[in-house]
């Protein structure tokens, strides 16, 4: 199994941005399809975007397509999420998350069975 460790997040004002990084452990993040989720409160924790790093297809929430950009650095073996044009609705906390290959193009959390500790976003009007 990965172990996933999240930075990066913080407070910002509408239309700035943010980049939150994932550094992953035990097994290099080629091995898995990685994605980003966020969680605000009172709301069920939702996909944002998944990177495979054959090919480095991605895929986006419609919610932040155009906004948003997931990529992975192999070497570092580390998952980016570049944050542009942040509104207040993307205030939620951010959780990298890695699943099997097997699992490629799932959009669910329970696909997705290692877990970081999350960090948080916040976005002010």
Known sequence: Q???VESGGGLVQAG???????????RTFSSYVMGWFR???GKEREFVASI?????????ADSVKGRFTISGDNA???VYLQMNSLKPEDTAVYY????????YGSRRSADFNSWGQGTQVTVSS
């Not at 990298?96 to 699992?103: Q, T």
């Open 2 to 4: 990965v172990q996933l």
């Open 16 to 26: 700035g941005s943010l980049r939150l990084s994932c550094a992953a452990s035990g």
């Open 39 to 41: 969680q605000a409160p």
């Open 52 to 60: 495979i790093y054959i090919g480095a297809r991605t895929s986006y």
């Open 76 to 78: 570092k073996n580390t």
């Open 96 to 103: 990298c998350a890695a699943s099997s290959l097997l699992a």
